[in-house]
């Protein structure tokens, strides 16, 4: 039923879609923990796809964050896609339009770092079917994951705590993007920032803490290099 | 906390979120031919944007700064937060990262 190359893609991402499946029940409880009704907590999974930039919306929704810093902080969290977009452009470009436009929506940092290796390698596979694959499994856990969350997240009391998932979350992929120390050093100051901020009008130990810390980080890798 | 948006401001979020992490994926896929690429300098930026966004949502959740040291540290979500950024830090696995920083969080309730 389906092309070899589409199967190689679904094998790739397998093990990475165990590392999905909390990430997208935690994205389903907070959104309906957050006042998200289940069809725009999956709505929201569906549209946007890109679980730290929804969970950071969810979040601050919670708070009721004004709407633009909603907005501004999930989108400053998918900045970094950018770059997946400009290093794989050159393989998408040999798609139709429509396909290109699939591969974009399901571009993200798994499908990224896992699609570049093998398109890297002039090995003959069917880049599209391949990539189809891999982000179309990425895509369907998520959406899955998502579904089961939000049926968990309506039976759950809020007594339990578990809105402290969330923050788990972002501290999970926060530790394995420290890789070296101009990214601690975003770290250390983005967070030193926002916590002295956190009372600020308008979420701005947020968004002064996200500024803050990057201005900081090239700061730090200059006097490195 | 629940919020007190209602069902319109929380579709537009969802759409205006969504048109604009669509465009920035497909941005130089789109755009392949006509420019180079990432300018150095952005990109430059971009690689810190993970680390000082996620520093500033997970450290106000966790840091709750009270009248002094000992009230900041002795506090249930800072010791579960630090026991969970030690697994974290150790296994790079998001499922015992949030089951041992949820079980510690109702570990410390239970104890302070």
Request: glycine content about 10%; proline content about 5%.
């Amino acid at each position: 039923m389906f092309p070899d190359d589409f199967l190689a893609g679904v094998r790739t991402a397998l093990p990475s879609l165990f590392g999905l499946i909390p990430f997208g029940l935690v994205a389903g409880i907070a959104a309906v923990d957050a006042g998200l009704s289940p069809l725009q907590a999956i709505g929201l999974s569906f549209v946007v796809f890109a679980g730290a930039s929804q969970l950071a919306a969810v979040d601050l929704l919670s708070q009721d964050a004004s709407l633009a810093v909603v907005v501004v902080t999930a989108v400053v969290i998918n900045l970094r896609m950018a770059m997946y977009s400009a290093s794989i452009a050159p393989y998408f470009e040999a798609f139709r339009r429509r396909w290109s436009m699939a591969c974009s929506y399901l571009l993200t940092d798994v499908s990224y770092a896992l699609s570049i290796t093998e398109f890297a390698e002039e090995s003959g596979t069917d880049r599209r079917w391949y990539y189809l694959g891999l982000g179309g499994a990425i895509w369907a856990v998520w959406q899955l994951t998502t579904v089961v969350g939000v049926l968990l997240g309506t039976g759950i009391p809020e007594s339990w705590g578990v809105g402290f998932a969330v923050p788990l979350v972002f501290l999970t992929l926060l530790v394995s993007d420290v890789s070296d120390r101009p990214r601690l050093v975003a770290a250390l100051v983005g967070g030193t920032v926002a916590v002295v901020g956190a009372a600020w009008p308008l979420n701005l130990g947020l968004v002064g803490g996200a500024l803050a810390g990057i201005v900081a980080g090239v700061a730090a890798d200059g006097g490195d290099a | 906390m629940t919020t007190t948006y209602g069902p319109l401001a929380i579709w537009a979020v969802v759409l205006v979120v969504g048109v604009a992490t669509f465009a920035i994926r497909y941005s130089f896929v789109y755009l392949f031919g006509r420019i180079d690429g990432v300018p150095p300098r952005i990109e430059e930026a971009l690689r810190f944007v993970p680390a000082a966004v996620l520093a500033a949502l997970v450290a106000p959740a966790i840091v709750n700064p009270g009248p002094t040291l000992a009230a900041t540290v002795l506090d249930d979500r800072f010791l579960a937060g630090a026991v969970a950024a030690v697994v974290a830090w150790y296994t790079e696995n998001m499922f015992a990262t949030i089951a041992v920083g949820l079980l510690a969080l109702w570990a410390v309730g239970a104890t302070l």
